[in-house]
């Protein structure tokens, strides 16, 4: 938004352009009653919720119950204010993804990724990586001029290091779909730390992945850059060709 523009404050849409409804959802240690009802409702005053409407309430195990209000906030952020970077959302084509490589590196891109510590889902780097891709969109094995190395679920970070280091990785993704406790933020921020430790995080690119994930995250963490739903391997691709051919800029933007 251009600095001279009056500032337009955005308020949630509900059934009007700004009538500012929201939907809250909580479970509450208590079993459905008429009495957990108005605890809902109290709960979610208490959260700036005007004329909350308890829409759901139904026991999700025994003596707990879930619920779902709706109800009116009061809040309106400014958009103008907002200043994030962002990953690139402009995939190249395929061809000029490997012309690129070609023509620039004269090699081979490799590629490195796994779940890491406890995390058993591999179906966000299995997505990337694997030659079937996503959506239509197939995966970094699919290129000639990738060498994509998919090490599975529930790998250590110092079994990915390793492998990763005896592969001359130039690129190491990892998928984290567990978020239990933060242990994503723990274990990405542990693997950086490792890198640090031994002295190759300059070296090698590294991008976390993941439903929870986003690129301010993944720079908070020490990562270079952050994917999160929807991302497909051609996205993953033309970031990483422009940051390896030198275009570091076009890769990484910030939001005006």
């Not at 957990?36 to 759901?56: D, N």
């Amino acid at each position: 938004m251009h600095p001279t523009q009056p500032a337009k404050m955005l308020r949630a849409y509900g059934d009007r352009q700004g009538d500012g409804m929201v939907q809250m959802t909580f479970v509450l240690e208590m079993p459905p009653s008429a009495r957990a009802r108005e605890c809902a409702k109290k709960f979610a005053e208490l959260h700036g919720l005007h004329e909350p409407l308890v829409s759901t309430m139904e026991q999700c195990a025994e003596g707990y119950s879930y619920f779902v209000v709706y109800g009116h906030s009061e809040h309106a952020v400014d958009p103008s204010l907002i200043d994030v970077p962002e990953v690139r959302t402009e995939a190249l084509s395929r061809e000029e993804i490997e012309h690129r490589i070609h023509t620039r590196l004269g090699r081979k891109i490799v590629v490195v990724g796994a779940c890491t510590g406890s995390d058993a889902h591999t179906v966000g780097i299995d997505a990337i990586l694997n030659y079937k891709g996503y959506a239509g969109d197939k995966g970094l094995e699919s290129y000639k001029s990738f060498e994509a190395y998919n090490l599975g679920a529930q790998v250590e970070n110092e079994q990915l290091a390793e492998r990763a280091q005896a592969l001359g990785a130039d690129a190491i993704l990892v998928s984290q779909i567990i978020t239990q406790r933060n242990c994503h933020k723990e274990n990405s921020a542990a693997l950086i730390e490792l890198a640090r430790k031994q002295g190759w995080r300059n070296k090698v690119v590294m991008l976390l992945g993941g439903p929870r994930i986003d690129h301010k995250l993944a720079l908070e963490l020490g990562f270079d850059a952050g994917f999160g739903p929807g991302t497909k391997p051609g996205d993953v691709a033309s970031f990483l060709v422009e940051w390896l051919c030198g275009d570091r800029d076009k890769a990484v933007m910030t939001s005006e």
